[in-house]
């Protein structure tokens, strides 16, 4: 059953004046003005203002809000009310998130809900911040701890070494004195990722005028991908790993190994 509008009116403003989370969910239509326009027609929606001032309007399907402001948005709301009838109900509650850009123009949201089926705040108190584990740095990390996991005979030189464009994740020498560059990818490897190695392994040849090989790891790698990596004279290490806390684990990992210069 619907609420009542200024019901729901009294919630929303409040949630807004304490700066507590609100959820809104209700039949309303959805017009942007700013850098661009656009107009999003009625239809069933969740509204989120989050203490920030972030504003997102969800639909009833995917990940992303299909409108939005980011933190530090002007957060407003008003009843509606039909100035040609005589009855002094309100007709509808406008909620608005407005930015003032750069160059001083205006940048707004503005949600006007014909009605509300669910309307609510709530204070959270969460200042932790979100601790990502099983990165390609601690992957990376971690695989430079045992390269012979990899092949036996590598010895590590170097980790995040510099390039023209980016670093290689490990930087190695094989059991033949040859320079390896390590790329390391905790998702699905695809075409840009062996495009990327290839361009390492490249940028070493023709700067130390030496033979490279290049070894992409990951957990997976797309058909096309593999391809490629093999037109390309490249090579592939399966990586199996775990994610745990507090750290990542990958399976075959055995021991600490030294890097070149403690060998004696």
């Given at each position: 059953?619907?609420?009542q509008?200024?019901?729901a009116?009294?919630?929303?403003?409040?949630a807004?004046?304490?700066g507590?989370l609100?959820l809104v969910?209700?039949?309303?239509?959805?017009?942007y003005e700013?850098?661009a326009a656009?107009k999003?027609?009625?239809?069933d929606?969740?509204?989120?203002?989050?203490?920030?001032?972030?504003?997102?309007?969800?639909?009833?399907?995917?990940?992303?809000a299909?409108?939005?402001?980011?933190?530090g948005?002007k957060?407003?709301?008003e009843?509606?009310?039909?100035?040609?009838?005589?009855k002094?109900e309100?007709?509808?509650?406008?909620?608005?998130a407005?930015?003032?850009?750069?160059n001083k123009a205006?940048?707004?949201?503005?949600?006007?809900f014909?009605?509300?089926?669910?309307?609510q705040?709530?204070s959270?108190?969460?200042d932790?911040?979100?601790?990502?584990?099983?990165t390609?740095?601690?992957?990376?990390g971690?695989?430079?701890?045992?390269?012979?996991m990899?092949?036996?005979?590598?010895?590590?030189l170097k980790?995040?070494?510099?390039?023209?464009k980016g670093?290689?994740d490990i930087?190695?020498?094989?059991?033949?004195?040859?320079l390896?560059?390590?790329e390391?990818?905790?998702?699905n490897?695809g075409?840009d990722?062996?495009t990327?190695?290839a361009?390492y392994v490249?940028?070493?040849?023709?700067?130390?005028g030496?033979?490279v090989r290049?070894?992409l790891?990951?957990?997976e790698?797309?058909?096309?991908a593999l391809?490629m990596?093999e037109k390309?004279?490249?090579e592939y290490f399966?990586l199996?790993?775990?994610?745990?806390n507090?750290s990542?684990?990958?399976r075959g990992?055995?021991?600490?190994q030294k890097?070149l210069?403690?060998?004696?």
């Open positions: 059953m619907a609420l509008l200024d019901e009116f009294e919630t929303v403003s409040q807004i004046t304490n507590k609100l969910v209700g039949r309303c239509r959805v017009k700013g850098r656009s999003l027609s009625e239809g929606r969740l509204l989120v203002v989050k203490h920030d001032g972030t504003f997102l309007v969800h639909q009833n399907g995917k990940m992303n299909i409108n939005y402001q980011g933190p948005a957060i407003s709301c009843l509606a009310f039909d100035a040609n009838s005589k002094k309100p007709t509808g509650i406008i909620v608005r407005t930015r003032r850009l750069p205006i940048e707004q949201i503005e949600v006007y014909y009605s509300v089926e669910f309307a705040s709530f959270l108190q969460d932790s911040q979100l601790k990502l584990y099983g390609e740095r601690e992957l990376s971690l695989i430079m701890q045992d390269l012979h990899l092949e036996k005979g590598l010895i590590p980790k995040e070494s510099l390039v023209r670093a290689i930087l190695a020498e094989d059991s033949q004195k040859r390896v560059a390590i390391v990818k905790r998702r490897a075409l990722a062996v990327q190695l361009r490249k940028e070493l040849r023709e700067r130390r030496v033979t290049g070894i790891c990951s957990p790698i797309t058909p096309n391809t990596l390309e004279g490249l399966k199996d790993y775990e994610i745990g507090p990542a684990k990958i990992l055995e021991k600490k890097v210069g403690e060998y004696s």
